[in-house]
């Protein structure tokens, strides 16, 4: 089982959509621990609902690629519109942070919410 953390977010019905994305995660994938969420403003384009953020860490027998495909079927299923503006609102965003402890999106350098959020669920993570 590969170790997996992923990044959640969303600013349009953030508390039902979140909820929505954790519960089909769940169904094929073990959840070991989860950060707390918390409000954020919108990055690139301030025009639009503060975010709700966290993180969680999963278990998982997909390989990475497998993995980046099942959550962007559940960003569609939950009514994620990919469009021209890349920082627009959403209804669930979810990023692979860090595979097998090792960091892999460049987000967790620019953004301290999803820096926390990953330490509190791996705080082996900070030594690194």
Request: net charge negative; hydrophobic share 40%; aromatic share 14%.
């Given at each position: 089982m590969k170790r997996v953390v992923i990044g959640v977010g969303s600013n349009i019905q953030p508390?039902?959509?979140i909820a929505k994305a954790l519960e089909r995660i769940a169904k094929g994938h073990q959840i070991v621990a989860k950060s707390r969420f918390v409000e954020t403003k919108p990055v690139g384009d301030e025009s639009q609902p503060?975010?709700?953020n966290g993180a969680i860490l999963i278990e998982t027998d997909m390989d990475?690629?497998?993995l980046k495909g099942a959550l962007a079927?559940?960003?569609i299923e939950l009514g994620r519109v990919r469009g021209a503006n890349k920082y627009g609102p959403?209804?669930?965003?979810?990023?692979?942070v860090a595979?097998?402890?090792?960091?892999v999106d460049e987000d967790f350098?620019?953004?301290?919410?999803l820096r926390k959020a990953v330490f509190e669920i791996c705080p082996e993570m900070k030594t690194q």
């Open positions: 508390k039902q959509n503060d975010f709700i990475r690629d497998a079927e559940i960003e959403r209804t669930i965003d979810l990023d692979i595979w097998e402890g090792e960091i350098w620019e953004r301290e919410f």
